[in-house]
């Protein structure tokens, strides 16, 4: 089992950029892919972002391609979610989660650890 815990959301003018991190606790961190998502209120929780186990693989939601980069950093039990070019739409509550598996998938029910969520508020 891995704990995680996402800091760096904020509030941020449209065209600005944020820098998401997610703190992983627990054994094997590096075993798991990752992967962020987010989700507005009234709305499922969508894929966003994810990273294979080793670092080597990513892939991103049509929506963000471009604008955000994944990345992940296992001798620090970190992920990290850059984020420019922001626009209001992509104001959500952002959710770093482990996979159970080393290679990602975009269903959320293929994840079985989640953190708390971050808000990121995108102003217009």
């Known amino acids: ?9 904020g509030l941020v003018q449209a065209g ?7 703190a ?8 798991f892919a990752m992967a962020w ?3 507005t209120p009234g709305t499922e929780r969508e894929f966003v972002a994810a ?3 080793n670092g080597r693989e990513t892939d ?3 929506s963000v391609k471009g604008r955000f980069t994944i990345s992940r950093d296992n001798a620090k039990n970190t992920v990290t979610l850059e984020m420019n070019t922001l626009k209001p739409e992509d104001a ?7 996979h159970v598996t080393a290679h990602y998938t975009k ?11 971050t808000q990121v508020t995108v102003s217009s």
């Open 51 to 53: 990273i294979k186990w």
């Open 37 to 39: 998502f987010r989700q």
């Open 1 to 9: 089992q891995v704990q995680l815990v996402e800091s760096g959301g």
């Open 92 to 98: 959500a509550v952002y959710y770093c989660a482990a």
């Open 60 to 62: 991103y939601a049509d």
């Open 107 to 117: 269903r959320v029910h293929d994840y079985y650890s989640w953190g708390q969520g």
């Open 16 to 22: 600005g950029s944020l820098r998401l991190s997610c």
């Open 24 to 31: 992983a606790s627990g054994r094997s961190f590096s075993s």
